[in-house]
């Protein structure tokens, strides 16, 4: 009771709105600043500065710069280590003046993706294709299921905003950022978006929730060349078939749905009725479009790094100010502010939002409306009431045997076959010559080996090519041509040539697979996959039920003949949108 006087916000008893103010009127000008900054944090001592992405020390950004929302990146090796480091966060932030609670949010972590800018390896949660895959089983049932699954695995080591879903539409072929999408359809991105929001959030938002930051407003795929916007070449969206309205039609899912917050992309509009700014810089969008015409009112959070410069794994890079690169960091600030957003994501200074309320620039007043919307998600998620998670208990629930179980089943129902001789189902008991599977797995459907020479069939694993850029954290965003190089194509046509030959391709973009189609056996496609998986597909344990969230290029003449705003823009696809044969009709038929 005694903290309840001291600090009347924490009366659970009194409306939200009443917590929030009277939480707000005992805040400085410096405590409301922080709560402007959500930026990444790694498990570790809370003293040490994270020298990988140029960061303070968590008790500098939550003790020293009042900060209490933070993206974490990696994973420890069990949940109950992750829920231990979180309580230990939680501690530091209920020491300060105010003890506002730590709001962690993530990436996606429970698929195969690896990227420290976009997804997070699963680790020791569930493991399940990515977000593409999802599309091509298609199922809104599974797609909720899922994510309850990953609310609950979240919710146990103290994960309470995804960033994610990502509702943008896969129209550019040669998009880095589509495999964490629900393909190239409206319809199916919408419906599969809206599962994803409720498995997530469930019916209402409370202490078991997890809030969804739905991205990239107001659709991040029109990249010109497919390049992605963290860097400044990728800077421009463009939308030559005028299509910039039809790629809101998910996000009019996702708001039906009562997604929380809202992420604009980073890419700024060309050739459009909006400013030629990064969408977080664009009033007409932030608050014209998604404040006024959709009546949204929750959080709004920026894409990562848009006001300073940062080093980012030894390599420096500007911030992604697009379009408004000549402005210096406090009046980017202000442009943030003026367009409607609430929060500076993957930013950690501060000093300058205090700076620009001492000097008049910005109103204590803007400060309060945003703050107003942070502190109320706080509040909704029960943050102040259960700060701290059950450490014991997290072990037992992330990774649990029926959710892997079920991550498992979905990798292999997302496993699309797009062309089929009558090779499959595989015999069990053959001998395999194996690329791109660990040889234990494929011994265990038959005796494995070493060349193609002695083998009764051959499976070959490909990732879907993308070119080298020049540093550490480019290549973690596959760009550039879809095409195969020689030296793979000639490979697979000699293994081809020596003995039947199923060939599985990783298409976290739509490959060329023109070349290879006519000369294998077999040809199955996944959106991340455990070897087991695809051979309990391939030897008919299980049936594969995926149907392409795309279309596939037939070249990249016709890629770069497509207009990137424009669904199914390539001329005479290889294999069209919802395409997907069944083994056992394949071999029905063949019989």
């Not at 230990?88 to 962690?104: D, K």
């Not at 996702?254 to 664009?282: C, D, K, L, S």
């Not at 030894?314 to 992604?320: L, V, W, Y």
Request: charged share 20%; aromatic share 8%.
């Amino acid at each position: 009771m005694a903290a309840e006087t001291e600090r009347p916000w924490l009366n659970a008893d009194l409306p939200v709105e009443e917590r929030v103010e009277l939480l707000l009127s005992a805040m400085t000008v410096a405590e409301k600043a922080g709560l402007f900054f959500h930026t990444m944090i790694a498990i570790g001592d809370l003293d040490e500065d994270n020298p990988a992405f140029g960061l303070p020390a968590p008790r500098e950004l939550v003790a020293g710069r009042h900060m209490s929302h933070f993206n974490l990146l990696g994973a420890a090796p069990t949940g109950r280590q992750m829920a231990e480091w979180h309580n230990a966060l939680q501690e530091l932030a209920a020491s300060t003046h105010l003890g506002i609670p730590v709001t962690l949010s993530t990436d996606p972590r429970h698929s195969f993706s690896d990227n420290p800018g976009a997804a997070i390896m699963a680790g020791p949660f569930s493991q399940w294709p990515e977000t593409m895959g999802l599309a091509a089983i298609g199922d809104e049932e599974l797609v909720e299921r899922f994510a309850d699954i990953a609310r609950q695995e979240y919710t146990a080591v103290g994960l309470r905003v995804a960033l994610h879903p990502q509702v943008d539409l896969a129209t550019e072929p040669r998009w880095a950022r589509q495999t964490a999408t629900f393909g190239e359809d409206a319809d199916l991105a919408g419906r599969m978006g809206a599962a994803y929001i409720r498995g997530f959030q469930g019916e209402a938002l409370g202490v078991g929730s997890v809030s969804t930051m739905t991205k990239h407003f107001p659709g991040g795929g029109p990249q010109k060349d497919g390049e992605d916007p963290h860097f400044a070449y990728g800077r421009e969206q463009v939308y030559p078939g005028g299509m910039f309205e039809h790629h809101l039609k998910p996000f009019e899912d996702a708001f039906q749905a009562g997604t929380r917050q809202v992420m604009p992309y980073y890419g700024m509009p060309v050739g459009t009725e909006h400013e030629e700014v990064g969408f977080g810089f664009n009033r007409s969008v932030i608050t014209g479009l998604l404040r006024e015409r959709y009546g949204f009112d929750g959080l709004v959070c920026t894409d990562w790094g848009l006001i300073t410069d940062a080093e980012i794994l030894g390599t420096p890079f500007p911030a992604r100010a697009w379009g408004v690169e000549h402005l210096t960091p406090s009046e980017r600030m202000m442009r943030v502010l003026d367009a409607g957003v609430d929060q500076f994501g993957g930013e950690t200074c501060t000093a300058l939002l205090v700076e620009l309320v001492a000097a008049g620039e910005v109103a204590e007043e803007r400060l309060d409306v945003s703050a107003r919307r942070i502190l109320r998600e706080k509040f909704e998620l029960g943050l102040f009431e259960q700060p701290f998670v059950d450490v014991a208990a997290a072990d037992e629930i992330v990774g649990r045997a029926d959710f892997r179980a079920a991550g498992e089943a979905a990798q292999r129902a997302a496993i699309t076959l797009l062309a089929d001789s009558g090779v499959l189902p595989l015999p069990t008991g053959r001998r395999l010559y194996v690329e791109g599977v660990d040889p234990e797995i494929a011994a265990r459907y038959g005796t494995v080996v070493a060349t193609p020479a002695e083998a009764d069939v051959a499976v070959l694993r490909l990732h879907a090519p993308f070119e080298e850029r020049g540093s550490t954290f480019e290549n973690f965003f596959h760009a550039g041509s879809l095409a195969f190089p020689d030296d793979v194509i000639a490979h697979v046509r000699e293994v081809a040539q020596a003995v039947p030959t199923v060939v599985d391709v990783l298409l976290d973009r739509p490959a060329i697979l023109t070349p290879i189609v006519e000369d294998v056996a077999a040809l199955t496609a996944n959106w991340g996959a455990s070897g087991a998986a695809l051979f309990d597909v391939l030897t008919g344990v299980a049936e594969p039920q995926g149907r392409l969230p795309f279309d596939l290029p037939r070249s990249m003449a016709a890629v770069e003949r497509s207009r990137p705003d424009v669904p199914f823009d390539t001329v005479d696809p290889l294999f069209r949108f919802g395409h997907g044969l069944s083994i056992a009709l394949v071999v029905a038929a063949e019989g």
